[in-house]
């Protein structure tokens, strides 16, 4: 599905220049030229990667499901984690041979990874073969970039200030008609010290409220059913007097038939204030995904996460208190360091407490340019995975126990799909996120319904369509 905006000046004229040059190469190749992108990371990398297609769609281009054939191909990658950057030099690696049978094929890398000056030194000089290079606030030069390169000005690099400007009404390309993302502000302040984030996508800016307002009225009435507002801390997003709890109670004063949902908030941000407006505004999913990190009051210290696992711990409290049926997801670390078994035990009891319906578990990552790169880490990876293994038991146990509370329920199901189960089977989301499956015409696509839940799986549920 894609949506055509009217684009900020420098990146109209860009387009249309792009245009020409790839209509031009295209009446040579006797086709139309094709694009395969991969979007690496976060949801906030998701968002990025629809603009960067919706320019690729405005500039020409169709796309195709795999590298090979494609006449370009973009990776926009992610920082996070060790993990993540290997698999792009892998994948990156990988197309030498490609380039070499298609010289005229264009490689280009963009997003938080390449943001890294190291990195980009690295690519600039042991992967010749990649084309362009270009950070997450350079994504709107993206067709001034493209039209440098095919004019044959040889490799195009573009690393921009992290706190460039926010650049709005991009063109945008959307897979799903019925879920969108929506960005309402960019960077981080908090510099957590494991955290490369501050670094790549710079310091918190906020969009204007006026125009994030005309953007939601503008996808409701376009039929979009689930609205998602991302930001690194949705939590600290102001424009002038208008804060995030403002935001959203002027969101769902927006007259249609939708959920919100926002991701991700920071625990020391997260005010009571929030909380009541959750449970005031129907709208608002009853789900918060709260990262905690660690349960270790000392490990939250070292890491500048700003609160202590009872103030965490007083926030759920709350919500439990405040939104009946809440249910909480969020973010652990295992093995930072200095962390000890001690410590590991101090998060096991904290997940416990709080009964997390699923959490995103990781080994610490060691980040360059971070505070805690200089920090002495003495615990061996073996070890770190034998905690993070008894960790993830702890939480399995708690996710079965929740998913088998839910049988015999009746949960609003916005209904996105067909389900793996074959013919007259859909897959859908309730508001908390979980999956169900259930048997129903594809006619409902769209649609929320009420599903009786009957069974759970490990990671899923199955239920029957109640008719109305």
Not at 119 to 127: C, E, Q, T, V
Not at 226 to 247: A, C, H, P, T, W
Not at 362 to 389: C, H, M, N
Request: net charge neutral; aromatic share 8%.
């Amino acid at each position: 599905m894609e949506e055509k905006n009217t684009a900020n000046e420098n990146t109209a004229h860009y387009l249309s220049k792009a245009r020409a040059l790839i209509e031009a190469r295209q009446q040579k190749a006797g086709r139309r030229l094709r694009a395969f992108t991969r979007h690496f990371g976060c949801q906030q990398n998701v968002a990025d990667g629809e603009r960067i297609d919706g320019m690729l769609a405005e500039m020409g281009y169709d796309f195709c499901d795999s590298p090979d054939g494609a006449d370009l191909i973009i990776f926009n990658t992610c920082a996070v984690r060790e993990n993540a950057e290997d698999r792009i030099f892998g994948n990156a690696g990988a197309l030498k041979h490609q380039k070499a049978r298609n010289p005229g094929l264009i490689i280009g890398l963009c997003g938080c990874m390449v943001q890294q000056k190291h990195i980009a030194a690295k690519l600039r000089k042991s992967y010749p073969h990649v084309d362009l290079l270009f950070g997450p606030s350079a994504l709107p030069k993206l067709p001034e970039l493209l039209c440098r390169k095919l004019e044959e000005k040889g490799r195009v690099f573009e690393i921009l200030d992290p706190t460039a400007e926010i650049a709005e009404d991009l063109p945008v390309r959307r897979e799903s008609g019925i879920k969108v993302l929506v960005s309402i502000m960019y960077g981080c302040d908090n510099f957590c010290s494991y955290c490369v984030v501050p670094y790549v996508r710079g310091r918190e800016r906020s969009r204007g409220h006026a125009k994030i307002l005309d953007d939601v009225r503008g996808l409701v009435g376009s039929g979009f059913k689930e609205i998602m507002l991302l930001g690194q801390n949705v939590n600290s997003y102001r424009d002038g007097g208008k804060d995030f709890v403002g935001l959203l109670r002027d969101i769902c004063g927006i007259h249609g038939d939708f959920r919100l949902r926002f991701m991700t908030s920071h625990p020391k941000d997260c005010s009571r204030e929030l909380i009541d407006t959750i449970a005031e505004c129907g709208q608002i999913v009853k789900h918060l995904h709260l990262p905690v990190q660690s349960g270790s009051d000392r490990i939250l210290e070292k890491m500048n996460r700003g609160y202590t696992a009872r103030q965490y711990l007083d926030i759920i409290a709350y919500a439990k208190e405040k939104i009946p049926g809440v249910s909480f997801t969020g973010d652990v670390i295992v093995g930072f360091p200095g962390e000890t078994y001690e410590d590991v035990q101090k998060t096991i009891a904290l997940i416990r407490e709080v009964g997390y319906q699923s959490l995103f578990t990781f080994i610490y990552s060691k980040r360059a340019g971070t505070a805690a790169e200089k920090l002495d880490d003495p615990v061996s990876d073996e070890q770190k995975g034998i905690w993070f293994r008894e960790l993830l038991d702890v939480q399995n146990e708690i996710s079965k126990a929740h998913y088998e509370k839910l049988v015999g329920s009746i949960l609003t199901v916005l209904a996105e799909g067909k389900g793996k189960n074959g013919e007259g089977w859909l897959t859908g989301r309730t508001g908390s996120n979980i999956i169900v499956d259930f048997e129903a015409p594809e006619s409902l696509t769209g649609s929320f319904v009420q599903v009786e839940i009957t069974a759970a799986l490990n990671w899923a549920l199955k239920g029957n369509l109640i008719k109305i």
